[in-house]
């Protein structure tokens, strides 16, 4: 599967080394992004009109992050030359038969005057003559550690991500640290849960073809994979793009302040001993990460001689990932108990679901209209949405289908299914920066709503006598406490957290301990999720709009 992307790859060397220079020249405060207003200045020189420059920053900022990498601007300047030369401008011109590597760069009208004054202004000693990239290392990482950090000039952020990492650290870092969001609900954020690839995780009980379908999708095996009817995968699986084929160990991986797995701690050493990050050089993983899972067991195999929360983990990964897929092969239909208490942890995430029927052509075309007659009406039990699932169908293997199996429609079918699947797939990386706003704006209305709870059962307690008994009622009658909260500061039922968990983590504190309401901190956050995100948006929309 191949990630539509500017390819580098699709330029000769001798045009890369003058993109570059270019790029450098227009990169105004040597940032490694050309932002809007530096795209404005330079694009002018192509003398194109505004409609066709809108459509080119459309096509090289796919993934809607507000600002051009050197990847990106190459992009941007082949479509130039493409749009100088009279060719429509179009998502698919860079995919047609365009001789992209010897294609000339554009006209820009005085550039060339330009950089000649650059060049005198500076020594010929430029980090950039031998035409590599220059991305530096994100200064943004030094926010979450620096003391200061609350004063991080906007002149800073040069990018939609780079302001959720400054609206976090100055407006709701501090309301989850003073009302201990990160105990209850989710850890703190930290750099790279932020900078992270969008990750795909893939569900489902044993043999049903996880691992096969990342392999499928690689054309590749992952290193430590293992494949077989039998349970084989026994560890979460993060396969990742690296240098050079290798396994981490899942303790190692946990601590990297590069990675964003450092909340997996909490499940404590039982579970990272069951974790690890398999790297890979592969041009789909620079785009996506994908996580593969062991195979839900049904019984008592599965609650009690796990060593750790499996469930607690799964919805870990489900907050963190951008794509869920569900597995199931026609064999495998039956939804168990501990399968559906997995799924029943992907509460909040049903827009990341899918399923996959696969394996189809195991069967014939009767019996897989029965099959899938069998998977909705298990689905159906198990989902309490009133829309029917999308489910594709197909054999997500490298062999051919069965066609004495499923015959010649059912081959049509699956290919159609599996193009679905793929494109599906293909829109993860472009929808990355919409899905960090959308999982930022949930957070933040999760940790008022917990911020509501906490300051309310404060409020609950007596001042001197009685506190022990207090709580405990409270903690006994947690859900008619919500239901309180719900109806004073008139919130949606459908936000609050689930109350047996909150239960469980409440009766470990001293309610007396935890803070009144603060509304200053809540203004904040509201001001931030009323103006502040959609200002961030307006100031890094498409500069041509």
Known sequence: MEIDSASISSCSKENQMIYQEWFSFADSDSDGRITGTDAIKFFSMSNLPRPD?????AIADNKRQGYLGLKEFITAMQLVSLAQAGRVISQDLLHSEVDLENLKPPQMEGLDALLAKKKRAHKPSDPDLNGSSQLQASPTASWFTSKSSKKVPMSSVTSIIDGLKRLYIQKLKPLEVTYRFNDFVSPLLTNSDFDAKPMVMLLGQYSTGKTTFIKHLLKNSYPGAHIG????????????????????????VAVQADMPYSGLTTFGTAFLSKFECSQMPHPLLEHITFVDTPGVLSGEKQRTQRAYDFTGVTSWFAAKCDLILLLFDPHKLDVSDEFKRVISSLR??????????????????????RVYGALMWSLGKVLNTPEVMRVYIGSFNDKPVNEAAVGPIGKELFEKEQEDLLSDLKDVPKKACDRRINEFVKRARAAKIHSYIISHLRKEMPTMMGK???????IDNLEEEFGKVQREYHLPPGDFPNVDHFREVLSGYSIDKFERLKPKMIQSVDDMLGYDIPELLKNFRNPYD
């Open 229 to 252: 009817p039998e349970p084989t995968t026994d560890r979460f699986v993060v396969v990742m793009s690296g240098p050079d084929e290798r396994s981490i160990p899942g303790n190692t």
């Open 348 to 369: 909040g995430h049903d827009d990341k679901i899918r399923v996959v029927l696969n394996k189809a052509d195991q069967v014939d075309t009767q019996q897989l209209m």
């Open 468 to 474: 022990a008994k207090t709580q405990q009622r409270l």
């Open 53 to 57: 420059l809108k459509q080119v920053w």
